[in-house]
RNA sequence: GCGGACGUGGCGGAAUCGGUAGACGCGGGCGACUUAAAAUCGCCUUCCCCUGGAGUGCGGGUUCGAGUCCCGCCGUCCGUACCA
């Protein structure tokens, strides 16, 4: 008898696939298009396991939609601009681009024994300059629109290298290579106008039904909109030119509680007073140090700086506010200026105690105290208060209510005006880096900055450069950076900055539906195949990437390269958790942790032994890491189990949208399981037919194609897993005759394809199956065999379970009541007494209240 | 710091709407087959002071009934705008 060989059976069904062509995707008008997306790989250099596990979750979808009649796109690609890339050519010379197509050769030849559904034809590398070159046109169609400008922005200025470093590049404050103080340094850079989309990118997640609640959660909260009263203080002798302090406030109604105004290190008022002033100037140096994060500068110490300068307050010129420059308060947000209250809010009451300031309540419980001067006192906006110094409205009101009511007032008596605003800041494109797509735009003495002309484009790299010294090679090539200006042709300068890698993957999703247009897009195309119909990936990439394609994808609908459905991109957006692993440690001599490679650890009993004998500490379901030594590698367990073994264990044990860590054991019971299904099929035996057991085994099958299907079409792969082993066992176990069995075991072929189509196809052939199974249409469900006319029912006295009956489906509640209530365990618990109340859920429960 | 999620047996996890907590799998135990082992097959497996009781991170609450809803904690993970 034959034995289940993944490594013949999965390249001979590869190949039947490839020459069948049953991936490519063609436009048919005849079928409803289906447009599955994973989020595509940055190009590190292997495959990851967390990688297979996302693609398979598309690939079950996709090979489960071309089951069900649909016409499917499923492409693969590679985002491969990006910091890595450099990073490996100063560490190891080389040049970024050499590194990134290695990759990417190794990665599609990892991923290829995997069997995935993916018309492999229409595959591009963000790199490719036939990519870039299209993401150029769309950058210049984009500034046309008004869509993109430039401003100053911070970044993380490296002292001593003399370079601008991305945030994970500061540690503690400090340059990672040079370990210098960071400072915040301005920059002249790219923007996009995300702002302009604000309350549309807002308002429009309540048409994402099928998007995850929390990640419209998130982006809602990212973005921010909040309303408040924007007002101006007066400057009592202020420097010239400097004679108010304009502040944007969300709670007016504490202005009466208000003990100092702070400004920005970087408010103009701020800047001037530095000037002459070498305190001013120490203490903002001081506070530009440190990275650009909002995490670092939340976490900071709060530090003020009294600049000795007053304000009037608006309600009553007499009282006079301090004016402290604060380290604390970001010039992006609002205008730079707040005014502090430190009886309702935690960051101003721990400044007003620093710095000596007075605390003044402005309201109080309704009911009760606060000690306002140990602790501020801040209920919910929606929380009804006592005002103990009223700007307007009641004195008892929510804090809502006082807002609105102070905005009205301040409107009506000339202070200020109430405003909307966001949170969310424009998307700074620039990046100082050489392996990204160039910015198309020349820099000219005449003409300033001047768009590079489409019939230019691609404007490419230049591949002699070298990452001996930090900084971008681009700023000092020798050549590349000449060019002629495009109107006035005079020598110019191009730009040397490149895009964040944001924006590559912020339309990948529409070029992938004509990969190799001469434009970005060829609309008939992508008004075909558009939207994804299904998106996953990450729950990382919850908000700055779904954001930032949402405004993209509105930009292009704008500029005319996609059709006005496509402003959301994604239709249906689900994201998975990661694949994690033990970690198995022992202590080193200096007391540091040893990591050990999974294969040098010997389980027993739950318990993890080296070679030698020595127990080692195991960390269960950990983050993969190479330096914890817990990575596990898809090609080696492709080679030890074959690609449907990894396939189906990274599918069960954990619901999708869950970490689910891997073992070697669950590999091996995976492996195990798809061998007795192989068996099954091959040692189908003669037996003759058996109505009351064919009947049975029938039953079974269509309760399997009724939840397997549920499970597929709601993102429960664990769940059709487990109806499947429950289905692979009732089919091990029946007495049913040859004939049914076969059509049994066909069954469960078909219902496995989409999670381990190499098996499902060796099964169906040798089961008579025809054509290929990933050709083969869904089987349905009968109805009529899925009806039982008997239930059982849970019995409750008090909540507690009791006992359980079984009776006819529709028997009525009286009758189930009298029944209920004659149960030998029932009775001995009510013991002679009454029932106060029978709760009878018809099908479900039957509880007994005494 | 702020925003979002998650927490169930020895382990991964199941439980569609508030209605039998522990499906399915791992591990473990017992047995069958075998000269023996592997493989395979069958049965058992939440815990305890076991005619009963307790139990879904901890402490409260709502309800006839809570893993599920509400309030307050604790822990872990994700994001925090230049990692992708």
């Keep these: 008898m034959s034995r289940y060989a993944a490594a013949e059976i999965e390249p001979k069904w590869q190949k039947a696939w490839d020459d069948a062509g049953v991936f490519l995707a063609r436009r048919d008008a005849d079928k409803p298009k289906y447009y599955v997306l994973e989020m595509f790989p940055y190009p590190s250099g292997r495959i990851h396991i967390g990688h297979v596990r996302n693609y398979t979750m598309g690939d079950v979808i996709a090979r489960y939609k071309r089951a069900t009649g649909h016409n499917v796109l499923h492409p693969m690609g590679f985002d491969a601009f990006g910091m890595p890339a450099e990073n490996a050519a100063m560490a190891n010379g080389g040049h970024p681009k050499d590194w990134t197509y290695s990759n990417i050769d190794t990665m599609v030849a990892q991923m290829k024994p995997l069997g995935f559904s993916l018309d492999w034809t229409r595959m591009f590398a963000t790199c490719d300059p036939e990519y870039y070159g299209q993401q150029q046109a769309l950058f210049l169609d984009f500034l046309e629109a008004g869509l993109v400008y430039r401003k100053n922005a911070v970044v993380n200025w490296d002292p001593v290298d003399m370079t601008v470093l991305a945030n994970e590049q500061v540690e503690d404050g400090r340059g990672w290579r040079s370990g210098a103080l960071v400072e915040r340094r301005e920059l002249t850079q790219w923007f996009f106008k995300i702002s302009d989309y604000s309350a549309e990118l807002l308002d429009a997640l309540d048409t994402l039904d099928d998007w995850p609640a929390k990640v419209k959660l998130m982006q809602a909260n990212w973005i921010g909109r909040s309303r408040g009263l924007q007002f101006a203080f007066s400057l009592i002798d202020g420097p010239r030119g400097f004679d108010r302090v304009e502040v944007y406030t969300t709670r007016p109604d504490t202005l009466m509680g208000a003990s100092f105004v702070g400004i920005s290190p970087d408010h103009p008022l701020a800047k001037e007073l530095e000037k002459s002033d070498p305190k001013v100037a120490a203490f903002c140096k001081e506070a530009r140090q440190g990275g650009t994060t909002e ?79 140990s602790a501020p006192f801040v209920p919910a906006k929606t929380e009804k208060v006592r005002f103990t110094r009223l700007v307007a409205g009641e004195e008892i009101q929510t804090g809502e209510e006082a807002i609105n009511a102070t905005i009205d007032f301040c409107e009506a008596n000339g202070v ?35 768009p590079e002309k489409k019939e230019n484009l691609p404007v490419t790299l230049p591949d002699d450069v070298s990452f001996d010294i930090p900084g971008n090679p681009l700023d000092r090539h020798p050549t590349w950076r000449d060019c002629a200006c495009p109107a006035c042709g005079k020598p110019a300068k191009r730009e040397t900055d490149t895009m964040d890698t944001f924006v590559d993957s912020s339309w990948y999703q529409a070029r992938f539906t004509s ?60 994201t998975q958790g990661m694949v994690t692993h033990a970690i198995y440690q022992t202590k080193g001599d200096n007391g540091r942790p040893v ?110 194609i009724r939840d397997v299907t549920l499970g597929v079409d709601s993102f429960g792969f664990n769940a059709s897993i487990a109806k499947l082993y429950g289905f692979t066992n009732a089919i091990a176990k029946s007495k049913a005759g040859a004939d049914t069995k076969r059509t049994a075991i066909k069954t469960l072929a078909q219902l496995m394809s989409p999670m381990t189509p190499h098996l499902a196809e060796e099964v169906w052939s040798l089961l008579g199956g025809e054509g290929l199974i990933a050709r083969a249409p869904w089987p349905k469900e009968d109805e009529a065999m899925l ?60 509880n007994v209240v005494m």
């Design 595 to 704: 990591y050990h490679y999974p294969e040098d650890v010997t389980l027993k009993d739950g318990q993890g032994f080296l070679k030698d004998g020595q127990e080692v500490e195991i960390i269960p379901s950990a983050k993969m890491s190479k330096s914890k030594n817990n990575v596990v590698d898809p090609v080696q367990i492709i080679a030890d189990y074959g690609a449907d073994t990894a396939r189906w264990f990274v599918l069960s044990d954990s619901p999708p949208e869950r970490d689910v860590e891997w073992t070697a054991a669950g590999a091996e019971a995976a492996s195990k399981h798809l061998a007795r299904v192989y068996r099954l099929a091959a040692e189908l035996d003669n037996a003759p037919a058996n109505a009351e057991e064919d009947t049975a085994l029938l039953r079974e099958m269509h309760k399997a």
């Design 295 to 373: 995490e670092a500068m939340e976490k900071a110490e709060k530090l003020g700086f009294d600049t000795g300068l007053k304000v009037r307050h608006p309600f009553d010129t007499a009282w006079e506010l301090p004016v402290y420059i604060a380290n604390f308060i970001l010039m992006d947000y609002g205008t730079g200026a707040i005014f502090g209250c430190p009886g309702h809010d935690e960051r101003d009451h721990e400044f007003a105690r620093k710095y000596d300031l007075p605390i003044i309540d402005t309201f109080l419980p309704v009911e009760g105290g606060h000690d306002i001067q």
């Design 515 to 574: 990969p190799r247009a001469t434009t970005p897009t060829d609309m008939e195309e992508a008004d075909y195949w558009m939207n994804v119909d299904q998106y996953i990936g990450g729950i990382e990439h919850a908000i700055l990437h779904l954001l930032y394609a949402r405004f993209f994808c509105r930009g292009m609908v704008k500029t005319g390269h996609l059709p006005e459905k496509s402003k959301e991109p994604f239709d249906a957006l689900f």
């Design 787 to 846: 009806v039982d006319d008997s239930v059982t029912l849970p019995i409750q006295v008090n909540g507690k379970r009791r006992g359980e009956i079984t009776v006819p489906k529709d028997l009525d509640k009286a009758e189930v009541e009298k029944l209920a209530l004659a149960h030998e365990n029932v009775a001995r618990t009510l013991d002679g007494a009454q029932p106060k109340k029978v709760i009878v859920v018809p099908g479900r429960i039957v």
């Design 416 to 450: 200020g005006h109430g405003v909307t605003k966001f949170r969310l800041r424009d998307w700074g494109l620039s990046r100082q880096r050489y392996w990204g797509c160039p910015i198309p735009v020349v820099h000219c003495d005449d003409c300033g900055v001047v």
